[in-house]
Structure formats: structure tokens, C-alpha cells
């Protein structure tokens, strides 16, 4: 048997041993200096990050089936493979998917570089099939969601006091943690007529962004209130803000404020 079919055997092995999880065999066949250069999420390089990555995908599918579409050797160290794998997606989360216990189908590309009857690096490229076509576009708009989520929590974060007043005899002192990325709950000072100092503590109801923009709402108009009205009353300065904010608000919302 020629080099290039003993190599095109090996390969075979590897996938087949890929599919049935055995980690004896892929241990055998990785070169100690394996590389993966088509590395899954979270999956740590080299041949133990490889094995693992492998083990954890086949716990959250069974019924694993594969199949060599077109194989060939290009010179005497690499092989060249495509191959269809099936299977059902019934045991755990899948790559951000929940098992719906349908049989999926993935095709793949790969090239395996031979060294000394060992897998010494992988290429891949993978057409996800069906249903897990549209992770990459979900990845995408984690991440502007998340870059959104950034931005309102700066503005959110612009809408509170930079710095505490000083009061003489008293000692103040400010903690903000919001529950998510941006929520609901606010504090200022207003510096009222007759040299008054007025602490505000509020929660617009609700959390996430709905509630934040409630809340950087309410702060301007408390302090814009606070300003024109030029009264050391609470009550005053509450009750035209409440008057302005009622008509402005959706109804299943509100604010406290003190």
C-alpha cells in the first residue's frame, strides 16, 4: 500500500474515533505537538483541548453517523477530506441551541498534515447544515447587544452625581450596583434655596434598559426642577416633576422617589 493510502487510512481512523469517542485511539494518533488550527468556542489549543472539546460535544448528541464523501493525499504528508456527519441533538445545549431531538447534519472539509504516522495539524471548515447556520449571526448580535448595553450603562452612569457635596458636621458617602447591566435605582443632590442640601434616593420600576431610561429621564427633570423652582420643599419639587413625568411614562411604569 502506497504512503499516500496508508495516510488517507489514518484519517479515517481519526474521524471514525472522533465520532465514537474513543480517546484511546485519538490519543494514539495525535502527535504530542498537535495543533488545531480551527479551534471551536472555549476550546483550549493542543491535543487535551482537543480530545475535550471532542468528549463534550458527543455528551449533548447521540446517535452519531458519518460519512466519507471525497478523500484524497496531496504529496506524501497530506490528506485531503470531506465527510457528513449525522446525528440527533437530544441531550444538552448545543453551541447555544437547546436539544429539540431532531437529526441534524453538518458538513465538514478538512486537511491533516502526517507526521510520523501521527495527526500533527488540523484545518477545517464546516457548513453547519440546517439549524445551526445562524449561530455566528446570533454570536453577532450578542455582541451588539451587549456593546448597546455598554453604552447606556455609560450614559446611565453620566446621570449620577460625579461628586459628593461636603456638609459640614456630616459625612456622606455613595454605593451604586445595579442588578444588571443598567436598572432602575437612582440618587443625586440638589443644592436647594437657603443653602439647603437635598438627598434624593429614587427606583424607577422595572429593570434593564426600559427602567434606565426612566431613571436618566427623572433625573433631568429633578434637577431641572430643582434649579427653576428655587424652593427648599421637597414636596414642591417632587410634585411638579411627578405632574411633567405622569404624562410622559408608559402606564405599567412609575417612580419612587424620597
Not at 40 to 46: I, S, T, W
Not at 102 to 125: L, N
Not at 152 to 161: D, E, G, K, N, V
Not at 170 to 179: G, L, R, S, V
Request: with cysteine; proline share 5%.
Amino acid at each position: 500500500m502506497s504512503s499516500a493510502e496508508v495516510n488517507k487510512a489514518l484519517v479515517r481512523r481519526f474521524i471514525e474515533a472522533q465520532v465514537e469517542v474513543d480517546l484511546g485511539t485519538l490519543d494514539e494518533l495525535l502527535a504530542p505537538d498537535f495543533v488545531d488550527h480551527t479551534l471551536m468556542p472555549g476550546q483550549e489549543p493542543g491535543r487535551q483541548g482537543f480530545m475535550q472539546s471532542v468528549a463534550e460535544e458527543q455528551d449533548v448528541v447521540s446517535h452519531i453517523r458519518f460519512t466519507i464523501d471525497y478523500q484524497a493525499a496531496d504529496g506524501d504528508d497530506m490528506v485531503i477530506t470531506r465527510y457528513t456527519t449525522r446525528f440527533r441533538h437530544d441531550r444538552g445545549e448545543f453551541y447555544g441551541l437547546m436539544p429539540t431531538g431532531e437529526v441534524e447534519e453538518m458538513r465538514a472539509i478538512t486537511i491533516h498534515r502526517i507526521v510520523g504516522g501521527k495527526i500533527a495539524e488540523e484545518w477545517g471548515a464546516i457548513d453547519p447544515g440546517r439549524r445551526l447556520e445562524d449561530i455566528e449571526q446570533q454570536v453577532r448580535e450578542r455582541e451588539r447587544i451587549d456593546q448597546e448595553l455598554q453604552v447606556a450603562r455609560r450614559i446611565q452612569q453620566a446621570s449620577l452625581p460625579k461628586e459628593v457635596p461636603t456638609v459640614e458636621d456630616w459625612q456622606i458617602t455613595t454605593f451604586y450596583q445595579p442588578a444588571r447591566e443598567v436598572g432602575g435605582d437612582f440618587y443625586d443632590f440638589h443644592l436647594l434655596s437657603e443653602g439647603r442640601l437635598g438627598l434624593l434616593v429614587g427606583d424607577a420600576t422595572g429593570k434593564g434598559v426600559p427602567a434606565a431610561l426612566v431613571m436618566s429621564t427623572t433625573c433631568g427633570m429633578l434637577q431641572l426642577s430643582a434649579q427653576a423652582l428655587d424652593s427648599f420643599s421637597p414636596g414642591e419639587i417632587l410634585a411638579q416633576v411627578n405632574e411633567t413625568l405622569f404624562a410622559r411614562i408608559p402606564p405599567n411604569m412609575f417612580v419612587t422617589c424620597f
